[in-house]
């Protein structure tokens, strides 16, 4: 299977007042196209912080990551964005759809921003609408959805400007077991029709051992890949 990530050494640590707080040291980590990974561990030991690093939405202290060939310290702030728009999709603990705009209109946005067609928009939203079983929600507003329809709808969100990588914080933190469940469940439905690779944040077990492996953070400050689990 090709190499489609790689964090080698990473290291982050944040400035607190006159002090610093290191979450972790020589972290590092290769994923297949294709992999489900689960990043387990207590709250508070760096699970979110590894993500946003992975999604570019901040920045290693020191060592080098890489994804479909591309390292990201060697992109400039722009391209970082682009590239972050194009290869990675996120879903979080919360749904964050916006309640003023429909299940259709919330999963097309991204790809309208990114310039993309009305009609394929809405053909792209259709499509991935249906594989997480909304197809029945299209016009419904956020509101009258249920907590595991609304997350459905923010993976629908993240996917559909067809991301190499899935970032997902949390995402069935909010629901009750059988609900998180069956969201995975749409995961691996969808996973069955197209090529995406995933990374899921949770310290639930459960849901972690769904996943092709697991990579536990220790509280140690060192991390190194995880145990392959099945
Ligand atoms: N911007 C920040 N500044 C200072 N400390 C932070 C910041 N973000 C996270 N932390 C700290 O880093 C540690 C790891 O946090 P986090 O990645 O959110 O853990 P988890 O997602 O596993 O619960 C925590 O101690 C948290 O307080
Ligand atoms: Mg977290």
Do not use: W
Not at 41 to 69: A, F, R, Y
């Amino acid at each position: 299977m090709n190499k489609m990530l790689t964090l080698t050494n990473v290291s982050k640590t944040f400035p607190v007042r006159d002090t610093s707080l290191t979450v972790f040291k020589n972290l590092s980590l290769e994923m297949c196209e294709g992999e489900f990974l689960a990043v387990t561990g207590v709250s508070g030991i760096g699970k979110s912080t590894l993500l946003h690093l992975v999604g570019l939405l901040d920045t290693p202290s020191s060592g080098e990551i890489q994804l479909d060939n591309i390292v990201y310290s060697s992109l400039k702030p722009e391209e970082a964005s682009r590239f972050r728009n194009q290869k990675v999709g996120f879903v979080f603990q919360f749904h964050h759809l916006l309640p003023e705009f429909t299940v259709l209109e919330n999963v097309e946005m991204p790809f309208l921003i990114g310039g993309g067609e009305k009609n394929e928009a809405r053909e792209r939203a259709g499509e991935i609408l249906d594989i997480m079983g909304l197809s029945n929600r299209l016009e419904h507003f956020p509101a009258m959805l249920s907590g595991g329809e609304q997350q459905r709808t923010a993976i629908a969100r993240a996917l559909i400007n067809e991301p190499a990588l899935l970032l997902m914080d949390e995402p069935t933190g909010n629901l009750d077991p059988r609900t998180g469940n069956a969201v995975m469940d749409h995961l691996d439905s969808l996973r069955k029709k197209r090529k995406y690779s995933c990374i899921v944040a949770t310290h639930n077990m459960k849901i972690a051992a769904r996943c092709d492996r697991i990579f536990p953070m220790s509280g140690n400050g060192e991390n190194h890949a995880g145990e392959i689990l099945r």
